[in-house]
């Protein structure tokens, strides 16, 4: 089955960049599917960082846009995250997972997405 | 400033039915499908509605989903010890151009 890890530094310094890596095994990326980042602030709710297709298309949360960078590497069958100038604001649960975004249904009009399965996820602390 | 509204929490005895709802608006549950997650304390979210009423293989059926119009609602029939947790909806935003989820409820067995 498909099975996503999230893997990088548990803290990083304010004004810094935050460097996330999901690795996917049970699938291969360059097969389909859009791939996600979300993440969880201590104690809060869930929010969608970003998405990008196999083919590099990416879509952002647009409060984010300016500072979120996510790219993918097949050959590894990972996609990445990389989020500048952090603060404490920043300090979360992140998670990994795969979006199954579709374009819109000619029949209802809606458009399909929902995320699973997902990582277990990875606490980063922005902190001095 | 999660785009989806939910109650804080909800709560009920074992084999009660408890009713979480998710009020949006036209663009984005209006427009697109409600899906929702379920998460136990200390672990990552697991889908569990997708496409407004459907069922990954493997949830029990005593969880349930429907919409209407700009607002959902996630049904919890027969509820058990474990169904405590925390569950939010989610969808596509036409107006962001990105998912937005749910405040969240916490669900409370008494």
């Known amino acids: 089955q498909v099975q996503l890890q999230e893997s990088g530094p548990g803290l990083v310094k304010p004004s810094e960049t935050l460097s996330l890596t999901c690795t996917v095994s049970?699938?291969?990326?360059?097969?389909?599917?859009?791939w996600g980042w979300i993440r969880q602030p201590p104690g809060k709710g869930l929010e969608w960082i970003g998405s990008i297709y196999h083919r590099g298309t990416t879509f952002y949360n647009p409060s984010l846009k300016s500072r979120v960078t996510i790219s993918i590497d097949t050959s590894k069958n990972q996609f990445s995250l990389r989020l500048s100038s952090v603060t404490a604001a920043d300090t979360a649960v992140y998670y990994c997972?795969?979006?199954?975004?579709?374009?819109?249904?000619?029949?209802?009009?809606?458009?399909?997405?929902?995320?699973?399965?997902w990582g277990q996820g990875t606490l980063v602390t922005v902190s001095s | 400033q999660s785009v989806l509204t939910q109650p804080p929490s909800a709560s009920g005895t074992p084999g009660q039915r408890v009713t979480i709802s998710c009020s949006g608006s036209?663009?984005?549950?209006?427009?697109?499908?409600v899906n929702w997650y379920q998460q136990l304390p200390g672990t990552a979210p697991k889908l569990l509605i997708y496409s407004d009423n459907q069922r990954p293989s493997g949830v029990p059926d005593r969880f349930s989903g429907s919409k209407s119009g700009t607002s959902a609602s996630l049904a919890i029939s027969g509820l058990q010890s474990e169904d405590e947790a925390d569950y939010y909806c989610a969808a596509w935003d036409d107006s962001l151009n990105g998912h937005v989820f749910g405040t969240g409820t916490k669900v409370t067995v008494l």
């Open positions: 036209s663009s984005n549950i209006g427009s697109n499908i």
């Open positions: 997972a795969r979006d199954f975004l579709s374009s819109r249904s000619a029949a209802t009009g809606s458009r399909r997405s929902w995320f699973d399965p």
């Open positions: 049970g699938y291969s990326i360059s097969s389909g599917y859009y």
